[in-house]
């Protein structure tokens, strides 16, 4: 039974697309993240949700638009695709804003555009 | 900017070998935490250890924490062919008010040669 599981696995898409990663924790966490590795496996923090409250954004383009329908789901829709948008994203959960608490990570999609 | 700093970036041993990662990082934290990632999968938490530890042990896994050089060692005792993956530190970031996500290091590639 998968903690924390996303759709799809791998997306190829083309330049311009819209297109939309899906994320469910069920772990009852109350906290959620999207973060983004590149080729290098450089993980940055995208978006961090809270109770389907968004907390941060780290300067992220507007392009990248997540939604949180309840604090079990975090959705990731990126519009206009561009080639540097080429990736691993991965989501995540924790139990809740506390430290000291471990962050479970899904297994990623690994999305390529071109 | 990048909290954590491991070395070395890649890391190449025999099995039954001790392991050795570092990770450095800049500001005060409150815990340090290591992840495994093996190819194409996504993190998974190994250790935490809080700012007022010192050491801790799971496993044939050693962390210890010098929150005055602000660096910690990753130590895998015995390793195994099934520790090939890479190893990333992470420190909590405190930007909302909370714990809102942690920071990873550029990761130690550690291989394992039978």
């Known amino acids: 039974d998968t903690a924390v599981s996303q759709t799809p696995k791998y997306l190829v898409t083309q330049m311009g697309n819209d297109k939309s990663i899906k994320c469910e924790q069920n772990?009852?966490?109350?906290?959620m993240y999207w973060y983004k590795q590149d080729s290098k496996k450089f993980l940055k923090i995208m978006f961090s949700?809270?109770?389907?409250?968004?907390?941060i954004n780290e300067t992220v383009p507007n392009r990248f638009s997540p939604k949180s329908p309840d604090k079990a789901h975090l959705n990731l829709h990126i519009n206009s695709l561009e080639l540097g948008d080429s990736a691993v994203y991965f989501c995540?959960?924790?139990?809740?804003?506390?430290?000291?608490?471990?962050?479970?990570f899904g297994q990623g999609t690994r999305l390529t555009v071109v | 900017s990048q909290q954590g700093e491991e070395d070395p970036q890649a890391l190449s041993i025999q099995e039954g070998e001790n392991a050795t990662m570092n990770c450095s990082y800049k500001?005060?934290?409150?815990?340090l935490q290591w992840y495994r990632q093996n190819s194409g999968r996504g993190l998974v938490h190994l250790i935490l250890?809080?700012?007022?530890?010192r050491e801790k042990h799971s496993g044939r896994l050693r962390v210890t924490l010098d929150t005055s050089k602000k660096s910690s060692s990753l130590l895998i005792t015995a390793s195994r062919a099934a520790d090939t993956a890479s190893y990333f530190c992470?420190?909590?970031?405190?930007?909302?008010?909370?714990?809102?996500?942690?920071?990873f290091g550029k990761g130690t590639h550690l291989i394992i040669q039978p």
């Open positions: 500001t005060s934290i409150n815990n």
């Open positions: 250890i809080r700012s007022n530890e």
């Open positions: 992470a420190t909590d970031s405190y930007i909302g008010g909370g714990a809102d996500g942690l920071t």
């Open positions: 949700y809270n109770n389907k409250e968004l907390i």
């Open positions: 772990l009852g966490h109350d906290t």
């Open positions: 995540a959960s924790r139990r809740d804003r506390a430290a000291n608490t471990e962050a479970f």
